[in-house]
């Protein structure tokens, strides 16, 4: 069977467009885990919320796009504020293994609480961006996809140059190296801790947002979190640089598996990557190979 | 409850310890720097320094958690090296840590039971019947630590005690009682008595003492609790910075001009120049 | 006030049950279980089955979580992994139902030690990582290996038939399950009396320490993977027999979830806790599903929102307990009979 050049060209794109918005997501677990040493199951869940909280203001309450986002991300932002705040926090000083669970019980909650109020139901969001499909010569690519991944980067770029730049930014890295020290020069580390929730609820809310433009939405779209894992895991758990590179591979590779063996084999590829990497190379490509104390 | 006091305790012949130029690195920083270090069957042994001078990265080395650079460590000779950490209880290695290292969720009784571990045969089906041999096996060494370690170190009162909310003296005590129980050969104590008040040190101190004469045991052991040192110690090596400036018998050692140097740091010594630098890159 | 606890031997102080009151309640909890199927209601004998089958499988992810400290995720694979042996041995080959059962445990302990064998490498978080991806790959192995799963229908179960008696029904699948479950949750209770129960709970708590003891962290992992997975796979056998056909969606991922839920809720490394977290995440959609029939003259469609408001309960259960009372039902337990020893002597 002779694979057409341009199919290749058109999955590989199409698939760096998926992986755009599962670097986003993977950016917003760094930013927790980062901040908090918590590995959050629920990024995935934390997504979906946001773009069911999107369906609601544009679909829901017929709000315009321009209103709609900024509510989003405003909700999005008090949801991830309170979920640090009522479960995060109380058990942070506890072993990481508490809190890893509590995470999952939080992947619990959000699937009922998205289910009890728009039911199990897939949905589709109101269409915002422009249908036009984008053509490179020959290369088609469809709209949602290409748009979803210019917003998405501009968001990177964005948080990027924040995290590099601004006093916030460097606060939490900060905390990130080292709690204690980063509280006895003045750092309010508990702000930092809620500060981080809220910004990767935030960031999540955005690429539920485009996760849903380009596919819909349903309460099971929280299974996209576990190819984000994934992205993370490879990418290592402490390195924005890592979730950006891992996502564009992750989501290429998922499309090219799907295109060329069949849907049903992309989370087979993308989890036998990962235990790969869990194996071979358990910080990831980037991350941070910690010295074990005694 | 009446512990049968019927067969003999079971006391394996004190060993022989030898370290030969023993180097560790971690990246750039050099923690030890060809370490020598010779521990005679039946002797209690110090090795002592200021901080950051590598006692417990040396304890690390010799008990197996770090790979050294150079050098060997021997045991009667033998020489073990190369031999996984896990695999030196069995040849009669048994330490303690600076910073406790018990089975918090555990009863003293079970924690001490762990340490004869590797002594004991039993496996998994035997486990889930509890009869026949894992049964006899179970009573046997229940009445042996309760002859031989609960009594001996006067922990009865507390066996069934979970060691999370036993006072910080009772637990470096019970850490103890986990090394005895592993019928060591040679037993290593990081730091025996820090953080004990007076009364508590003297307690561990003559504990350390009666395990040496009754159980025949060589006993190496860090501490910076110079007076105890200096009581029970018939050997005492010095390090600073990753090298031995000193051994001895501890008067050999207290008057060593070195040793005064490198505690109360003297004008004009160039290892007084490196202290900041190395004290802050020290690991472990 | 409890008195006259004092032993005479070792062997008493080390025995299954440390007091006679300890006995007394084990004698009763028996005749309990013999008694039960009196009651005669087919429901409440369904009811019965399915809650020791699922103390089964809660038991053995405790020995892995909560007494050797490895987080699973893919615990309800390998309780699949169970079911499909059941299924094809007895459907294919009309093998006797025991042995079924041993070989869904042994398939399921040989899978759940190759699972396991990252540890080696890695531990913590990113161990339950791994499990995970290991049951999605079972999952896809489930759903596309045809000629053995039956692919996207499943297969069925054949009717449990142990020498001639054909156990068609919950009431006489309750003398299958019952017996086995007491003996497995009794083993568990003996493992943790011996060496390498001692080892799991060792490495669960300091792992360091367990070296420098000579407990090879390795071989113990697989081990608590294979023993767990064991488990499981048995429980998922049962439950074959129970429900009679399994399919790739008979045990999706928030299985795994339920079964960790009951390991935190009951309490984490204690047998005991095992039990009531099985128990009580059991009854906990029962319940609900009484509720809704309750509500239905004034909430019509009640019903709808059962699912949803399980998922929800679910996860504020595991949240909660994690929180407020992270040792469990098992630790509420002990506290109450702590009181009525020690009554009327409070300290």
Known sequence: MAVEFIDIVETSLAGIGTGSLMALTGVAFVIIYKATKVINLAIGEMLMIGAFVFYGFSAGLSLPIWASVPLTLAVAAVIGGLIERTMIRPLLKDNPVSVFMVTIGLTSVLIGVVELVWSAEPRRLPEFLPSQPVLFGEVFIPSKTAYSFVIAAAAMAVLITVFSFWRGGIALRATATDRAAASSVGIDVPGVFSFSWMLAAVVAALAGILVGSVGGISSAMGLFGLSVFVVVIVGGLDSILGALIAGLFIGWLEAMVGRFMGGEFKLLATFTILLVVLVVRPYGLFGTHEIERL | ?284 | MRVGTAKESYAADEGLFKTDTQKVWFGLLLAGLVLFPLNGSNYWMFLAVLVMINVISTTGLNILTGYTGQVSLGHAAFMAVGAYTVAFFDGRFDTPVLLNLVLAGAVAAGIGYLVGLPSLRIKGLYLAIATLAAAVILGFVFLNWTPVTGGLRGLNVPTATIAGIELATPDRLYWLVMPITVIMVLAAKNLFRSRVGRAFIAIRDRDISAEIIGISLLKYKLMSFAISSFYAGVAGGLWAYLFRVVTPESFPALASIFFLAAVIVGGAGTIVGGIFGAVFMTLIPEFLKLSATALVPWFPDASIYLAPVRNIIFGLLIIGFLIFEPMGLAEMWRRTRRYFALWPFRT
């Open chain 2, 1 to 284: 409850m009446s512990p049968s006091h019927s067969a003999a305790p079971v006391r394996p012949p004190a060993a022989r310890l030898d370290v030969e130029n023993l180097s560790l690195q971690f990246g750039g920083v050099k923690a030890l720097d060809g370490i020598d270090l010779h521990v005679e069957p039946g002797s209690i042994t110090a090795l002592i320094g200021p901080n950051g001078a590598g006692k417990t990265s040396a304890f690390n080395a010799i008990s197996g958690f770090y790979r050294p650079k150079t050098g060997t460590v021997k045991l009667d000779g033998v020489d073990i090296t190369q031999v996984p950490a896990r695999d030196r209880a069995k040849l009669g290695l048994a330490r303690t840590f600076q910073n406790i290292a018990l089975f918090r969720g555990m009863t003293v009784l079970d924690n001490i039971k762990l340490g004869r571990h590797a002594h004991l045969t039993s496996g998994v089906f035997g486990a889930f019947l509890y009869w026949g041999k894992t049964r006899r096996e179970e009573m046997e060494l229940r009445a042996e630590i309760e002859r031989d370690v609960i009594d001996f170190l006067e922990l009865d009162h507390i066996r069934n005690v979970p060691v999370a909310i036993l006072p910080y003296g009772l637990q470096k005590k019970v850490e103890l009682a986990r090394a005895l129980a592993m019928r060591p050969r040679i037993l290593m104590l990081d730091e025996p008595v820090a953080g004990m008040n007076r009364e508590e040190t003297e307690d561990m101190a003559r504990a350390i003492l009666d395990v040496r004469d009754e159980w025949g045991v060589t006993v190496l052991l860090v501490e910076h609790d110079m007076g105890m040192v200096m009581d029970i110690s018939d050997h005492v090596c010095v390090l600073n910075f990753g090298r031995r400036i000193a051994a001895g018998s501890p008067t050999e050692v207290r008057n060593n001009p070195d040793v005064i140097k490198a505690y109360l740091g003297g004008s004009g010594d160039p290892r007084k120049a490196a202290l900041d630098g190395a004290a802050m890159g020290e690991v472990a």
